[in-house]
């Protein structure tokens, strides 16, 4: 390879420094042997306005050098797939999604049964640990969804009555603005030569969609039902032992409303005891007060056959996988890209209500849900059946989010947040509401 012959600075200020020679020089080329002193250039800016950046270190991260490196490495492993395949979910690609990109390939790389040390070593050399919060508060806050457990017939019985139905050929769903997930858009059927609102969670219990062949199978109960709507996917088994995987597949556009937050608001449960065990409980024990309450929530989601899955597979998150129990976790898709890796450290309910155990895991983002909104905002994907169920119930505890950046970005120049506006002291909090495990 032929050495290309650059101009020396003597010659360069010859000219008076014509604007390619003084180029030249402050890109450190001129003369010839400043070209190998070039500097590297900086690593790009990662800016998050809603949120609050710190940057942290591994070595002070409570729990991190105890936990399963290996398995959160096997969930990551599972999100590369997309990320090398596909495109971010807005235009242009976000930083974080361009940065992840080598950095799969690098974990493909990896022989499949990697030891505990080098998994921990990956993500350290990979990523660096940035603590991130919203601006009005130090924490995060977490709830948990799972995947109910059904029994049920194909066909209507007098112990299975209420059916879940597939997505009508009528619904009209709005697209959603880029990055917005699809169960926030609005959703219409044709009437006539104009568009209306579609049915609402009444109209349907009250037989709207009733004789037009779209059952899936048919379930106990309207709470069957409307626990796995909120759940987004169920396993349902026949009386011959098949087990069906059902799977969202669309929504009528109405809005969501948490039942949780009205039986406090009733003062029927106290806000330290809501759960969804303690909803159910409710519903079961008050069939005419639980059916008018489910109906606050016009919300109603549709589903589909998930044959693609498994019997060991976990349901499918928004990134197009199936779920790993502990693992994955649902974020706001707005603001994060899938894939990306969280440290979670927090205390919560896991061996039943009013104790606090200790949670440092970490978590690949690969699921979203309307109600998982802010920066430090997740849902904790916690299996199938009855017992995960009450877990994920009782979660809705606040939480440090470590979010693994990749080393190529920068968060250290970010700007400080702007500070909250302070909250008049006659205002109370809003009671919080999530998607999945939060009812």
């Not at 699809?182 to 049915?199: I, T």
């Not at 197009?320 to 899938?338: E, F, K, M, N, Q």
């Not at 920068?410 to 002291?425: E, G, K, L, N, Q």
Request: glycine share 8%; net charge positive.
């Amino acid at each position: 390879m032929r050495t290309p012959i650059l101009p020396s600075a003597r010659f360069c200020r010859a000219l008076a420094l014509s604007l390619a020679c003084a180029l030249l020089l402050a890109a450190g080329l001129a003369g010839g042997p400043a070209l190998a002193r070039e500097k590297p250039h900086p690593a790009p800016l990662f800016v998050m306005p809603e949120a609050a950046l710190e940057p942290a270190r591994f070595a002070n991260l409570p729990g991190w050098a105890q936990d399963d490196h290996r398995a959160a490495l096997a969930t990551f492993r599972a999100s590369c797939g997309p990320i090398l395949r596909g495109t971010d979910e807005v235009t242009p690609p976000r930083p974080v999604f361009l940065a992840l990109r080598p950095i799969c390939r690098e974990a493909l790389r990896l022989p499949r049964h990697t030891s505990e040390a080098r998994a921990r070593r990956f993500f350290e050399q990979a990523f660096r640990p940035v603590l991130i919060s919203p601006i009005e508060s130090p924490t995060g806050f977490l709830t948990g969804y799972y995947e109910p457990e059904l029994e049920g017939s194909l066909t209507p019985t007098a112990e299975f009555t209420t059916p879940i139905y597939r997505r009508p050929a009528d619904l009209i769903l709005e697209s959603p603005a880029p990055g917005v997930p699809a169960n926030r858009g609005q959703a219409f059927r044709r009437e006539g030569d104009r568009l209306v609102p579609y049915y609402d969670r009444a109209a349907i219990d009250d037989g709207a969609l009733k004789d037009r062949g779209l059952e899936i199978v048919w379930v106990r109960s309207a709470a069957d039902v409307f626990f796995t709507q909120i759940q987004g996917s169920a396993r349902v088994r026949l009386p011959d032992g098949t087990v069906l995987r059902l799977n969202y597949d669309g929504h009528n556009g109405q809005t969501y409303t948490p039942v949780g937050r009205i039986l406090v608001e009733r003062g029927i449960v106290p806000r330290e005891k809501i759960s969804m065990d303690a909803i159910r409980a409710y519903i079961a024990d008050h069939p005419a007060e639980g059916r008018e309450l489910m109906r606050q929530n016009k919300s109603y989601v549709f589903f589909r056959l998930a044959t693609e899955l498994s019997a060991t597979d976990g349901a499918v998150g928004a990134q197009g996988l199936p779920l790993t129990a502990g693992r994955s976790i649902a974020v706001d898709r707005r603001l994060h890209v899938y894939g990306t890796p969280f440290f979670i450290d927090a205390r919560l309910p896991l061996d039943g209500p009013g104790t606090s155990n200790t949670f440092q895991r970490l978590m690949i983002a690969q699921d979203t849900g309307s109600a998982i909104v802010g920066p430090a905002r997740a849902d904790l994907f916690l299996g199938a059946g009855a017992e995960a169920g009450s877990v994920a119930g009782r979660i809705q505890n606040r939480g440090r989010f470590i979010m693994l950046l990749p080393r190529r970005l920068d968060p250290t120049r970010a700007p400080p947040p702007p500070r909250p506006p302070r909250r008049p002291a006659h205002l109370p909090a809003e009671a919080s509401s999530g998607a999945g495990g939060t009812p």
